[in-house]
């Protein structure tokens, strides 16, 4: 083989290799995160839990939050929880 046909066959394993490894590092990257947030041990899921649906989030603010929670890695579930816990705290003691 010509040192052209080569070189062109290493450069195209090198790009490959530099492809594979970019997306290891993206699913890495979300496989580190995932495991931090979802359900919290402290506010567990049970047969007694109820659910609250909340609308009407101005689209900014919802956007803020999912890239903050996202930064984070917890979920808009567990912050909004502990929020309403301190909430009812300061009630208290007030």
Same mark, same amino acid.
């Given at each position: 083989?010509?040192?052209?046909?080569?070189?062109?066959?290493? %450069? %195209? /394993?090198? /790009?490959?290799?530099? =492809? =594979? $490894?970019?997306? @290891? %590092?993206?699913?890495?990257?979300?496989?580190?995160?995932?495991?931090?947030?979802?359900?919290?041990?402290?506010?567990?899921?049970?047969? /007694?839990?109820?659910?609250?649906? #909340?609308?009407?989030?101005?689209? @900014? #603010? =919802?956007?803020?939050?999912?890239?903050?929670?996202? %930064?984070?890695?917890?979920?808009? $579930?567990?912050? !909004? #929880?502990? !929020?309403?816990? /301190?909430? #009812?705290? @300061?009630? @208290?003691?007030?």
């Amino acid at each position: 083989m010509s040192a052209k046909v080569i070189d062109a066959a290493r %450069r %195209r /394993e090198r /790009e490959t290799a530099a =492809h =594979h $490894r970019a997306i @290891e %590092r993206r699913t890495k990257k979300k496989k580190r995160a995932m495991p931090l947030r979802g359900w919290s041990g402290r506010f567990p899921v049970t047969d /007694e839990s109820k659910a609250y649906n #909340l609308r009407g989030i101005p689209p @900014e #603010l =919802h956007d803020a939050v999912v890239a903050k929670c996202q %930064r984070d890695g917890i979920s808009q $579930r567990i912050v !909004l #929880l502990q !929020l309403l816990t /301190e909430w #009812l705290q @300061e009630s @208290e003691v007030a």
